[in-house]
């Protein structure tokens, strides 16, 4: 009898139990089919390729035609299998339809990474923000993630389960002022986490989220070196978390070897949340 929260047995993954060898490592998704949204740019993109290197064909969702074509030119490039799924995750019959293809071409999904999200406007104290601002980032950063949930979990029941992360935020635990909308989503997105896990066990589907902290993706190089130092500098690690270490806990959380994990939340943030520096001193002060 299978062993819940693992795809023992199905085609193309290995058995239980199965020692993996580091240098299998980069097979350990072999026969397996990944879903990314967000996967246009940063977080996403690497975490598509982390899945592809990995031997999975991959499902690259977002708005940005042509920026996933890119990245699947990349990954095809590599020698991986990609599918390009423009869709906008605000609208609910284009997330009601973004796994589809995954099942028509690959016939069936076994992982998904929800890192689509909105980051808001400029810093706004919460009273004098627009309705259309909160609207707007709830719209893709929670209710597109309840909207993703729904169809990855309905593709992936059907032949036996999967797992699931969501991409939350250091800002799903601690709120950064002016931050209202992207940090309430965030929040909610942890409790969505643990609520989709719960409802989901049963079905051999496992949901969980990791929290970056700061990563240097696109945002934060337009941003410039002095406003990525400054927010370097107040990471325990002193630096930025890479897009590539982000992709590398989501993919962990996919695997087998987190096969007794849901509705967890894993911080991947250089110790941001880990606690404070002592009073009146900064991070780097320490060293
Ligand atoms: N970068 C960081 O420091 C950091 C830290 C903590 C958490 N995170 C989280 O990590 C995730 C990725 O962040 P990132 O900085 O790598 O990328 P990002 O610049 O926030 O990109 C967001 C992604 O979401 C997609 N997206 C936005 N609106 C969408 C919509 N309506 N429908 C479908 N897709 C949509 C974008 O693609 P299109 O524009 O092509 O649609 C893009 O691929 C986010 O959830 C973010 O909140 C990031």
Same mark, same amino acid.
């Given at each position: 009898m @299978?062993? @819940? /929260?693992? !795809?023992?047995? *199905? @085609?193309?993954? !290995?058995? %239980?139990? *199965?020692? +993996? /060898?580091?240098?299998?490592?980069?097979?350990?998704?072999?026969?397996? +089919?990944? %879903?990314?949204?967000? #996967?246009? =740019?940063?977080?996403?993109? &690497?975490?598509?390729?982390?899945? #592809?290197? #990995?031997?999975?064909?991959? +499902?690259?969702?977002? =708005?940005? &035609? $042509?920026?996933? &074509?890119?990245? =699947?030119?990349?990954?095809?490039?590599?020698?991986?299998?990609?599918?390009?799924?423009?869709?906008?995750?605000? !609208?609910? $019959?284009?997330?009601? =339809?973004?796994a589809e293809p995954a099942v028509e071409r690959f016939g069936r999904l076994d992982a998904a990474v929800n890192a689509a999200a909105a980051h808001g406007g400029r810093p706004t104290p919460l009273a004098g923000l627009a309705v259309e601002e909160w609207d707007r980032t709830i719209a893709v950063s929670l209710r597109g993630a309840f909207l993703s949930l729904r169809a990855e979990i309905a593709a992936m029941v059907p032949s036996g389960g999967g797992a699931i992360v969501n991409v939350a935020s250091t800002t799903g635990f601690e709120a950064v002022a002016g931050l209202a909308p992207y940090v309430a989503a965030k929040h909610g997105l942890i409790g969505l986490t643990k609520t989709a896990a719960l409802d989901h066990a049963a079905d051999g589907v496992r949901v969980n989220a990791i929290a970056p902290g700061p990563t240097h993706t696109e945002q934060l190089d337009r941003a410039g070196p002095a406003a990525r130092e400054r927010v370097a500098a107040a990471v325990p690690v002193h630096r930025l978390g890479t897009p590539d270490e982000v992709a590398a806990a989501a993919l962990w959380l996919c695997g087998d070897q987190a096969a007794f994990v849901t509705g967890a939340t894993l911080a991947v943030d250089g110790g941001l949340l880990a606690g404070q520096p002592p009073f009146g001193a900064s991070v780097r002060s320490r060293e």
């Open positions: @299978p062993t @819940p /929260g693992t !795809r023992q047995g *199905q @085609p193309g993954v !290995r058995a %239980l139990g *199965q020692t +993996v /060898g580091y240098s299998h490592c980069n097979e350990r998704f072999r026969g397996e +089919v990944a %879903l990314v949204t967000g #996967a246009s =740019r940063g977080i996403g993109a &690497a975490t598509a390729r982390a899945f #592809a290197a #990995a031997g999975a064909a991959v +499902v690259l969702v977002a =708005r940005d &035609a $042509d920026a996933l &074509a890119a990245v =699947r030119a990349g990954i095809e490039a590599d020698g991986g299998t990609a599918l390009v799924v423009a869709a906008d995750l605000t !609208r609910a $019959d284009d997330a009601a =339809r973004m």
